[in-house]
């Protein structure tokens, strides 16, 4: 029979297995709804990568170097689907707009638009130490 501390290190690594499961089928179970199809026959993921397809050519390395630089302070590894979620809106808005390139003005309100209202207070601090004004933008946070 298991005592001593044998028995609370083989509880702790239960709890801490568990936990670890329970954390990524969270994360999993997320990733399936978004590739779930919705009534028009694509899925959110299908729709981010037509918005990054159909816009790839107007972007330019400054506009790339600027969404890098907004999306520094995600985790890493939460960094990659980021950068392609707020590309995607960034995307749909350029389209929407018929824009002949993506410009820095597309670049805030896609991102606005992309984060979730939970996340806007480290937007607006992002935004502030890179000296942007978001004064024009207010309205995006609501």
Same mark, same amino acid.
């Given at each position: 029979m298991l005592q001593g501390w044998f028995l609370w290190f083989i509880l702790f690594w239960v709890v801490v297995?568990?936990?670890?499961?329970?954390?990524?089928?969270?994360?999993?179970?997320?990733?399936?709804?978004?590739? %779930?199809?919705? !009534?028009?026959? @694509?899925?959110? +993921?299908?729709?981010?990568?037509?918005?990054?397809?159909?816009?790839?050519? %107007?972007?330019? !390395?400054?506009? @790339?170097?600027? +969404?890098?630089?907004?999306?520094?302070p995600v985790p890493e590894l939460f960094r990659q689907v980021a950068k392609e979620k707020i590309a995607g809106k960034i995307g749909e808005l350029a389209l929407e707009e018929k824009a002949a390139a993506i410009n820095n003005d597309l670049i805030i309100r896609g991102y606005i638009q992309a984060t979730p209202k939970r996340d806007h207070k480290f937007l607006r601090k992002k935004l502030e130490q890179?000296?942007?004004?978001?004064?024009?933008?207010?309205?995006?946070f609501e």
């Open positions: 297995l568990i936990s670890l499961m329970a954390i990524g089928g969270f994360f999993m179970f997320r990733k399936f709804l978004k590739a %779930l199809p919705k !009534q028009d026959g @694509k899925s959110d +993921l299908d729709w981010q990568e037509y918005y990054l397809d159909k816009t790839i050519h %107007l972007w330019g !390395q400054a506009e @790339k170097d600027l +969404l890098y630089e907004l999306v520094s890179m000296q942007i004004d978001i004064a024009p933008y207010e309205h995006l």
